[in-house]
C-alpha cells in the first residue's frame, strides 16, 4: 500500500510516528517525497529481461559526429574584419617597398612617383580608418591600374609558373595572397595554369580557391573538377549497417559547402543514393533484427552527417524520415512477438 505504515516493523512505524510521519504523505520535513513506490518496468524489445536501469550502450555505426564548439557570431565577425584588415596592411606594405625599390633602381616615370605617393597616403588613411576595402578606395584608378599591371601581374605571371600545390601552403602565400585586397580575384589570364594544379588536388588546397577564384572562375572549377569528382564517389559508395565503413559519404559532405547545395542535391538523386540507403536499412532490419535503439541511432546518426543546407532540403528530410517510418512497424513486430513469449 502506497504511503501507508501497514506493512514496516512495529519498531520502523515508532520511529516514524515520531517524526510526525503521516499516512498517504511522502517523507521529508514538507512531505516532498515520493507517495507511490518504484515501479520496476520490464522492456520488452528484444531484450524482456531487461527492466529498471537498463541503459544500451553507445553503437558503434560508424556515423559518430563529434560536436562542433559554440561559435560566438559576433566574435567569429570581429576576426574577419581583423583578419581582412592585417591582410589589406600587408597589401599596402608590401607594394610601398616595392615601389621605394623601384625608385632605387632609378626608375624616375612619373607613374611610378604618382603610385608611391598615393600608396603613402592610402596607408595613412589605413591607420585612420579601420574598414576593410579602405586600402583600394583610397586608391585612384590611374595608381591602382599601374601597380597591378607593372608591380603585382609580373610577380604572379612568374610565381604561378613556379609554384606547386600543397597541403601546407593553400593559401598561395608568395605569389597571390598578398595582392587579394587590391586585385579582389585570381586574373583571368592565369586561370587555365591554376586549374592544371589544383584540379587532382585535395581538399585542403582547392577550399581556398572559392575566395580566391571570381563567382564564374568557381562555377566552371566546380563543374569540372569537384562535381564529378562527387559523382564518382557517390556512385561507389557501399552502404553497411550496421557499421559504416565507407567514408566517402562524408568526403562527399566535406566537399559539399564548396558548391550549391542543389548540385549536390542532384547527384544524390541521380546516383539513387536514397535508394540505396533505404534498401541497406530495409535489408538490415529483416536480416538482423537489430533493436529500436540501433535502428534510430543509424537513421539519426545518417541525419547528423549531412550539411545544414542539404537539411532545408525536404526532399532530404523525406526520405531520412522514410527510414525511420521504416524502422517502426519492424519493431512493433518484434514487439508483438516477445509479448507471446
Known sequence: MSGSLAFPSRAVANMMRRWNYREGSGLGAQGQGIVLPIRA???????????????????????HVPPEPPVDEECREWEDIARAMRLETECCETILALLHDMRLQRDDSVETADALKAVAKSKKALRGKRVPGTFKARLPPSAARYIIEQVIMPRMVAGVREWKPSSWDPDCGDWLRPWIPLIGHLPESLYDIVESKISNCGYEVVSPWKEYLNPVQWDTFSKRDILPYLTRLVREMRITPPKQTDPSFRTVMLWAPLVRAQDVMSILEAERFFDKWEGALRRWLQAAKPSLGEATAWCTGWKKLFTPELLTDESVLAHLDAGLDMVDPVMQDLDSLFSKL
Open 41 to 63: 518496468v520490464v522492456r520488452v524489445r528484444r531484450r524482456p529481461k531487461a527492466g529498471l536501469g537498463y541503459r544500451e550502450k553507445p553503437y558503434d555505426n560508424g556515423l
